[in-house]
């Protein structure tokens, strides 16, 4: 199976949910753990324990990792490769997005087989139009691997870009429709997508037949029931991100995976 279909039976087996790795200067000291790598490497390592084989979807916020340097980057290969030993899935919120050898440089380090930053999908930005992101969608597709496009955010300023309209339609509907038409072979689709669950006008998603990897729920204000509305008819294949809601409950490593367990059975 491709990502996408690997994706939709993991959520009808776990709950639908996403939960984030964020490893936040803030987080790693409320934690008891330190703002340094040695704290970082401990908070993955409960993060793993924790949710590996208990949810749907993982993802490791890059950022947080790659402000270490190198040695961030070593103990978010470690944490990939944790969860992939485990069978569970994971996406690499890295937001790439280039031209050419470039993105297939990207494609490369976070799609590619063996790679020592290989995830399950990666998250991507259009800004150069989805054309430019061919790189990664074709590894993906040859690799069984899946990327989530940025569409509709949840933060204010990219709603107010994505939703202006060209010929009268949004722009977030541009990246959703651009997206869609890798899909169409049947089947569930690898092409998927990120709309926020606080966007007031989202995109309709009714014809994109892949993932939808949905952020904003809890801290930034949304809902589950921001999700039903947002998902429609289409549930089955959207994933509430949730990050800060769930690693409060941290760090004892029963009450993050309860919390994200019982989360799940609502997304």
């Not at 691997?145 to 933060?155: E, I, T, Y």
């Not at 870009?161 to 009268?168: M, S």
């Not at 429609?232 to 490593?253: E, T």
């Amino acid at each position: 199976m491709g990502f996408g279909e690997r994706l939709v039976a993991a959520g009808e087996k776990h709950g639908r949910l996403c939960v984030g790795i964020d490893p936040h200067a803030g987080l790693l000291e409320t934690w008891g753990l330190g703002d340094s790598v040695e704290g970082l490497r401990a908070f993955s390592e409960i993060c793993v324990e924790a949710f590996a084989g208990h949810v749907a979807l993982v993802k490791p916020q890059v950022a947080f990792f790659e402000r270490f340097g190198s040695a961030g980057f070593a103990v978010l290969e470690e944490t990939l490769a944790a969860l992939r030993e485990a069978g569970t899935l994971t996406v690499a919120d890295a937001k790439r997005g280039d031209i050419g050898s470039t993105m297939e440089g990207y494609a490369r380090a976070w799609l590619g087989a063996g790679s020592p930053l290989e995830a399950d999908a990666v998250t991507l930005t259009p800004f150069l139009g989805v054309g430019s992101l061919e790189p990664a969608i074709r590894l993906a597709g040859e690799n069984g691997k899946g990327v989530f496009v940025m569409a509709a955010n949840s933060n204010p300023e990219a709603e107010a870009f994505q939703a202006q309209r060209v010929d009268g339609v949004s722009i977030a509907q541009q990246m959703v429709d651009a997206c869609a038409a890798y899909n169409d072979g049947g089947g569930v689709g690898d092409v998927g997508v990120v709309v926020g669950a606080t966007v007031a006008d989202p995109p309709e998603l009714g014809g994109l037949n892949a993932p939808v990897l949905m952020p904003g729920v809890g801290a930034q204000g949304a809902t589950f029931e921001d999700v039903v509305r947002i998902a429609g008819r289409r549930a089955r294949l959207v994933f509430p991100n949730v990050s800060r809601g769930v690693l409060s409950a941290g760090p004892d490593v029963d009450k993050l995976r309860k919390c994200a367990v019982d989360m799940g059975k609502r997304a």
